[in-house]
């Protein structure tokens, strides 16, 4: 915690596969203040954001990228651009998984 700065949050991803779904469901979440969910995180840092990504078994599609690439973009250290988030989603939305 000592390279941590004082007013830092966490964004936390999760991304599974379930075989009871037919598509993909996400949810990308704004906290309006920082909630500390220990049961997730292993270090004492307020959660702002939380980006769930599940979706049906195939091994043609890999959730964990998509994971990857939103952990990329929430660990930027500019501030974060909200319209880039947009977009991203956006796009992401228009993608035909079948």
């Not at 949050?9 to 379930?18: D, F, K, P």
């Not at 599940?54 to 994971?67: A, F």
């Not at 990857?68 to 988030?85: G, H, P, Y």
Request: hydrophobic share 50%.
């Amino acid at each position: 915690m000592k390279k941590v700065p004082p007013n830092a949050e966490a964004t936390n991803v999760l991304v599974g596969a379930i075989d009871f779904l037919q598509a993909p469901i996400y949810a990308f979440v704004r906290l309006s203040k920082g909630v500390t969910l220990p049961d997730i995180i292993e270090v004492p840092l307020p959660t702002r954001f939380l980006f769930i990504l599940l979706g049906p078994c195939n091994e043609h599609l890999r959730y964990h990228e998509v994971g990857r690439s939103i952990a990329t973009l929430m660990a930027d250290e500019v501030r974060i651009d909200f319209k880039k988030i947009k977009i991203f989603i956006t796009i992401w939305i228009c993608l035909d998984f079948s």
